[in-house]
């Protein structure tokens, strides 16, 4: 039989098999196809809803939270915190209210509730008749929710805290209350659904299967049974379609995990999902048919002609070559593959021989160079892996020894500071109590000199460990520069002018009014550079620079002096830690080495760097940079221009006026109670003459055990708590003053004043630090903050006549409920409701002109105070003192005809 007809014998199978099982396949592959197309519109549909919900929830939070940080509620926070009256911030307030439900017309109720869940007031959609004080809060741990009842629609309920923020918390807890808003939006037009009933579905449910909300309102119950729910929500999750049987026909549904809560089903029936598919497979039948007959055909015919043909020839030229007959040479019939093909064949036939001589000594070369290069690569492995332990434990060495030398430098600083505290409290003491001759009062200054600069060593090693370390954590605000170089000049003009220097600030113009970065840390380093140029010039000037790069966006700030100078070497070494120019530096000016090296490390923080130009005998430039902005933030800073322009932002300009007075603060009068912890003996004493310089009343405890007790049964103004005391310490004990609920202003007693220490006592309920040794100007700031007398008070806000008569109107008519919730309280016992209740009336009876009633208010509120924590009540008596109260307060109504 010829070549040709067993290629036709060969192929027309081959090419007939394949073909109709190209076109089966191709058959239910299309269908397959259409199914998936017909998920994937599916899956995009109730993507498209979800997304539509996320974005209409996301919108109305985002318009809420901005009007839970608008001014109208932080007046709000301010008047319920003092317990002031807010009728006026509730009527802007409720106004916002209003605005927001005309660009949300879904909007059912919007309410503020206090931190203990009572509502303040809010607004009510007209059409619900919806009763504000009838509204509860349920808090979530999710922003939003969806909130059903039988029969009705889910309404969307988001809930949002109330935090105040800078400042505003020294009046309470940053956390005072939260927001509630109830939407009820019309689902068919949120969800873009179909009128036509018939054709789709579309379910919400939870993640247990109980159904929120259903189109069409088929009689479907309120819960998916289990094994259905439990599929649908797999499917989900895997992103496919699951197929349902209603009884009438089959449904395909498609689901979406909202927000990990709920779960939306969007569905389409077979007859819909399938009708694309009839056309399409009539045209893959015809086609596979086609296919069937046409193909083999002409594929035979061309496979005969421009392949079996020149196989052929090739297969004999093979036969040739293989029998040793190398001198085969076959014609090129076309410049096609098949001729490539020829053309190659003599090539090979003419290399055969060459290949078959290299192949040996390739194979062999090739082995050798293999098996070298994996010696070397198991060496360098070897050695890699030595190396990298050897890191590793180098590693862990350096990092155990930092952590040594940090807990090092706490402990020694601590250890430091404790007696150093007593040293420099006694002698600021006996210095203020001027003692008998000029002798000693020169003794007395050199020990109070060399005491702080004991303490300014301390500070230093401790700032250089942290920065070596890079536990050193900067406080990034915004604030006025011309005012930091106002204080600083003000401290630099004093120290020049006691060596007859002259001394120039140059404000080189446009200048940023404002800037954000470190202001302690930067003034750190201006005083450490312009103190160095005075300490280091004994005559000529000290000029301080100050410029604006606006390209870099860099502040740029140049001390210069006609001091000592420098030479290159010293130089090149000024900034390495415990480095001076040489030995006789260290003699002539003193100092350790630190101030530089600090100072270098703190620019680098701030974003810039320092940079040194100094000639010996010449004097020295220093040229410090730090950035505008150090956390990158936007933020708005006019650039001042000129003189004129800083002298209008700034009125009060002089830089003498910002300087510290003598004694400031300890000529106010104070009154109050001090409670002191602490275990020392002579910071014991230390701390009563300070108190007794000012005429408080203190007492003296020894530990924090003590302390508790002394601060349950007595009222204290304010707690002074060491934090390291023997059988309790301060942490420990502030920690049970707060759960016991002591809001007694607690301030930390310690020498750990690293950040991480501060932060500690500050989460233990401590209300600030006091460093020691202490500061006697930052002791009594603290004393004048808490005891003073006279401290301010925030200005009265005074409202017109016919207003305040409205206000006071209003609160009678609330004083009403409020006296009859007193009586309810009493009925029921209930001690700690009273309190807070004569608390309210305390706060706001004054303000309307009832000060008798505030202050037997008052008077209730410490009765009721004292019997809670005591843990003992005779209710007897207490129902006959509040039985006055309640007397009192009807009389109040009586003589207003407020009708009780």
Not at 248 to 274: C, H, P, W
Not at 629 to 649: C, K, R, W
Request: include cysteine; glycine fraction near 4%; aromatic fraction near 8%.
């Amino acid at each position: 039989m010829r070549l040709q007809q067993k290629s036709l014998l060969v192929t027309l199978p081959l090419i007939l098999i394949p073909t109709i099982i190209l076109g089966w396949l191709s058959f239910h592959y299309t269908k397959d196809a259409q199914v998936q197309i017909e998920n994937a519109k599916l899956q995009a549909d109730v993507t498209y809803r979800s997304n539509a919900m996320q974005n209409y929830i996301n919108n109305a939070k985002s318009a809420l939270q901005f009007i839970s940080s608008s001014g109208d509620i932080k007046m709000l926070r301010t008047r319920v915190v003092r317990d002031l009256p807010y009728s006026l911030a509730q009527e802007f307030i409720v106004e916002s209210f209003e605005t927001f439900a005309t660009a949300y017309p879904d909007t059912e109720s919007i309410v503020l509730f206090t931190k203990d869940l009572e509502p303040i007031f809010g607004y009510a959609n007209p059409a619900i008749q919806l009763n504000i004080d009838d509204v509860r809060l349920t808090l979530s741990d999710q922003v939003w929710r969806l909130i059903s009842k039988q029969n009705e629609a889910p309404k969307i309920e988001i809930q949002l805290p109330l935090i105040a923020t800078g400042e505003d918390i020294e009046d309470g807890d940053a956390h005072w209350g939260y927001v509630q808003l109830i939407l009820k939006p019309s689902w068919l037009e949120l969800f873009d659904l179909p009128k036509d009933k018939t054709s789709s579905s579309f379910i919400v449910s939870d993640l247990q299967g109980k159904l929120l909300f259903t189109y069409p309102y088929n009689n479907v119950g309120t819960t998916l049974p289990r094994q259905l729910f439990e599929r649908l929500l797999d499917s989900a999750r895997k992103l496919q379609s699951s197929d349902i049987n209603d009884g009438s026909q089959k449904v395909f549904f498609t689901g979406k995990i909202m927000d990990a809560r709920y779960l939306l089903l969007y569905g389409m029936s077979e007859s819909n999902v399938r009708h694309h598919e009839s056309n399409i497979t009539l045209l893959t039948v015809m086609i596979v048919l086609i296919s069937v007959v046409i193909a083999p055909m002409l594929l035979f015919y061309v496979f005969s002609r421009h392949v079996i043909q020149p196989i052929e020839k090739l297969a004999n030229a093979k036969q040739q070559v293989a029998q040793g007959m190398l001198d085969v040479k076959l014609e090129v019939p076309n410049n096609d593959e098949l001729g490539e093909l020829f053309a190659a064949f003599n090539v090979m036939v003419r290399q055969l021989v060459v290949y078959r001589e290299n192949e040996r000594e390739s194979r062999l070369r090739l082995e050798y160079k293999v098996k070298e290069r994996t010696e070397e690569l198991e060496k360098t492995n070897y050695a890699l892996a030595n190396s990298n332990r050897d890191l590793e434990v180098a590693k862990q060495i350096s990092e155990q020894a930092n952590d040594l030398k940090s807990a090092f430098v706490a402990n020694i600083s601590h250890e430091i500071r404790t007696p150093l505290t007593a040293i420099l409290g006694f002698t600021e003491q006996v210095i203020a109590d001027m003692p008998s001759s000029k002798y000693q009062m020169d003794l007395l200054t050199r020990v109070l000199k060399s005491g702080k600069h004991l303490l300014a060593l301390i500070n230093d090693i401790l700032d250089l460990s942290k920065i070596e370390s890079e536990k050193l954590e900067l406080e990034v605000s915004e604030f006025d520069m011309f005012e930091l170089f106002n204080d600083v000049i003000s401290i630099l003009s004093s120290q020049a002018a006691d060596k007859d220097l002259e001394f120039q600030f140059n404000q080189h113009f446009p200048l940023p009014r404002l800037v954000r970065t470190d202001a302690t840390r930067l003034r750190q380093v201006l005083l450490n550079l312009a103190s160095n140029a005075i300490k280091f010039t004994a005559e000529g000037f000290i000029h301080i620079d100050v410029r604006y790069i606006q390209q870099t966006k860099l502040i740029e700030v140049t001390v210069s002096d006609s001091g000592i100078g420098m030479s290159a070497d010293v130089q090149q070494r000024i900034f390495t830690p415990f480095v001076q120019a040489d030995v006789s530096i260290s003699r002539r000016f003193g100092g350790t080495g630190l101030g530089l090296v600090i100072s270098k490390s703190l620019t680098h923080l701030l974003g810039g760097d320092i940079r040194v130009f100094s000639e010996e005998e010449k004097g020295s430039e220093f040229v410090m940079n730090f950035a505008l902005s150090l956390d990158n933030d936007e933020f708005e800073t006019p650039l001042i221009n000129n003189l004129e322009e800083l002298a209008e932002v700034t009125p009060s300009c002089d830089l003498h006026e910002n300087k510290p007075k003598a004694n400031a603060g300890t000529s106010e009068k104070m009154v109050g109670r001090v409670l002191v912890a602490e275990d020392v003996e002579d910071n014991q004493y230390l701390f009563g003459l300070l108190l007794q310089s000012v005429n408080v009343d203190f007492v003296m405890v020894e530990n924090g055990e003590q302390a508790v007790e002394k601060a349950l049964i007595e009222d204290f103004d304010l707690i002074l708590m060491d934090m390291q005391m023997p059988i309790m310490g301060g942490i420990e004990a502030t920690q049970l003053l707060r759960q016991a609920g002591v809001d007694t202003p607690v301030y930390a007693l310690t020498a750990n004043v690293m950040r991480e220490d501060i932060d500690r006592h500050l989460k233990a309920g401590c209300n600030g630090t006091i460093a020691k040794p202490v500061e006697k100007q930052e002791f009594f700031k603290v004393l004048q903050r808490h005891l003073a007398a006279d401290r301010e008070t925030e200005p009265e806000f005074v409202l017109p006549e016919a207003q305040m008569k409205s206000l006071r109107e209003n609160y009678l008519t609330q004083l009403v409920s409020q006296c009859s919730l007193i009586k309810t309280l009493i009925h029921d016992q209930d001690l700690a409701g009273l309190r807070s209740e004569f608390h309210k009336v305390k706060g706001a009876a004054g303000s309307y002109g009832f000060v008798e009633l505030g202050a037997a208010a008052s008077v209730c509120e410490v009765t009721a105070k004292e019997h809670l924590a005591l843990d003992i009540c005779d209710w007897t008596i207490l129902t006959n003192e509040f039985g006055d109260f309640v007397q009192l307060v009807e009389a109040v109504l009586a003589n207003n005809s407020v009708q009780s």
